[in-house]
């Protein structure tokens, strides 16, 4: 395993429900990431964390609600989704880098989230 | 778009076959990481190379840069029916601090 974990694996809702995703990391890692992942479209970068702070908001409608407490967790509250946001919901972390030393992201192994 | 775009999108060898994949991407880079995901998972990390590298080798596994073509290419030699999976080059573009992933290569080795 990666070292990171998400709950639930699996997940399905209707449309006026509200749920939360979570991720813990237990490698160190000061960076969190989600991403959404749709049949036959590339991995879609929603959110950043750095140190606890949002330092990216991939234009992501308001209806994801991102929450970083500490380093280590990372939580993605959904309220009245769509059925076009049925997904997988990826979670990574890293260490923080830039430019040629930005570093590799572990991955945990997704919530897959259908929406009714 | 940064997006870059893998070549081919799906590839079906024998075991001990070698598999080669492209990645080409349009503007210029910090660094190139190439990932795996098998089926419905989350992605794991394989090999990073940096902007002034050109080559690096991880076990069965041989990257090559070239950034004058914008292009990048996962080798795997003596290829394992286990090495079945999508394979996904992963950007760093100058001047921005994520990754921007292509769309992927599908592998499928036959025992």
């Known amino acids: 395993e990666t070292g990171v974990t998400q709950t639930p694996r699996h997940l399905v809702m209707g449309m006026t429900n509200k749920k939360s995703l979570k991720c813990e990391q237990h490698?160190?890692?000061?960076?969190m990431y989600w991403y959404k992942q749709s049949a036959k479209k590339p991995l879609e970068l929603m959110f950043v964390?750095?140190?606890?702070?949002?330092?990216e908001n991939n234009s992501v409608p308001s209806r994801f609600s991102p929450e970083c407490p500490n380093s280590s967790h990372l939580f993605l509250h959904l309220h009245t989704l769509q059925p076009e946001d049925s997904a997988l919901y990826l979670c990574?972390?890293?260490?923080?880098?830039?430019?040629?030393?930005?570093?590799?992201?572990?991955f945990g192994p997704g919530t897959r989230l259908t929406v009714l | 778009s940064q997006q870059g775009e893998e070549d081919p999108q799906a590839l079906s060898i024998q075991e001990g076959e070698n598999a080669t994949m492209n990645c080409s991407y349009k503007?210029?880079?910090?660094?190139l990481q190439w990932y795996r995901q098998n089926s419905g998972r989350g992605l794991v990390h394989l090999i990073l190379i940096r902007s002034n590298e050109r080559e690096k080798h991880s076990g069965r596994l041989r990257v090559t840069l070239d950034t004058s073509k914008k292009s990048s290419s996962l080798l795997i030699t003596a290829s394992r029916a286990a090495d079945t999976a999508s394979y996904f080059c992963?950007?760093?573009?100058?001047?921005?601090?994520?990754?921007?992933f292509g769309t992927g290569t599908r592998l499928l080795v036959s025992p």
């Open positions: 964390y750095n140190f606890k702070e949002q330092t």
């Open positions: 490698l160190g890692h000061n960076a």
């Open positions: 992963a950007t760093v573009h100058t001047g921005f601090q994520k990754l921007v």
């Open positions: 503007t210029s880079i910090n660094n």
């Open positions: 990574a972390s890293s260490h923080p880098g830039s430019g040629v030393n930005y570093n590799e992201q572990f």
